[in-house]
């Protein structure tokens, strides 16, 4: 008899594991790295910010055991050099050759706004640093949100302020020539405008090769 028994418990326990066998080869698959695309800025005049993000990201992953929830992390580093046309053809590279699961960046808002729709079709999960409004407003896209602030966030309060704390009519405005100082002056005109305040100038700040900035100023009628 208890031959028998400890027969019958072998098999089964052989016919559970058989049963649940095949269950656990899907399991076995998924558990493959997750991979990470970083498009970051390691040359040119944002490589400063550039290099920092990337050594941030790396300390947290090297910390963790370069694994995240029980899975793998594989980063693949992307150097756009701030260049939008470079951030769109690193940008097919992440997708398209390297396979990535999901992209990280790009720093920079004009880079961002320069494969947004390319990211939208492939539909990649996106986790941008660039602050242009738009991005995630406007002309939002479901597969990609912002880990940042937005670059107008701080002036909405800021316009309020000076015009109705400040009893400020008139204002002069400074921001940077691409797409993150465009959208924070842009959007505290209307704001200061609507309270009954007036720009009357605008410093647009441009950079030199010889290391220098260079202001060019705009006369708002």
Not at 9 to 29: E, H, L, N, S
Not at 59 to 82: Q, S
Not at 185 to 214: A, E, T
């Amino acid at each position: 008899m208890a031959r028998q028994i400890s027969r019958r418990k072998f098999m089964a326990a052989t016919g559970a594991a058989v049963a649940i066998a095949p269950a656990t080869k899907p399991a076995v698959a998924q558990q493959r790295p997750v991979k990470v695309g970083l498009m970051t800025v390691k040359t040119g005049g944002l490589a400063a910010g550039g290099v920092h993000l990337e050594e941030g990201i790396a300390c947290l992953l090297r910390d963790r055991n370069f694994a995240l929830a029980g899975r793998k992390i594989e980063l693949v580093v992307a150097d756009t050099a701030g260049v939008p046309a470079t951030a769109k053809a690193k940008a097919i590279e992440l997708v398209e050759r390297d396979k990535v699961d999901l992209i990280m960046g790009p720093l920079a808002a004009f880079e961002w706004l320069a494969i947004k729709d390319y990211l939208g079709e492939h539909k990649m999960p996106t986790m941008g640093f660039g602050g242009a409004e738009d991005l995630t407003q406007r002309h939002r896209d479901p597969y990609q949100v912002r880990t940042s602030d937005s670059s107008a966030q701080c002036l909405y309060p800021l316009a309020d302020y000076a015009s109705k704390e400040m009893k400020l009519t008139a204002a002069i405005t400074a921001g940077d020539d691409f797409g993150f100082g465009d959208t924070r002056v842009g959007w505290l005109q209307p704001i200061f405008r609507h309270d009954g305040g007036r720009r009357v100038k605008h410093l647009c700040p441009r950079y030199n090769p010889r290391g220098s900035l260079q202001y060019s100023g705009q006369t708002i009628p």
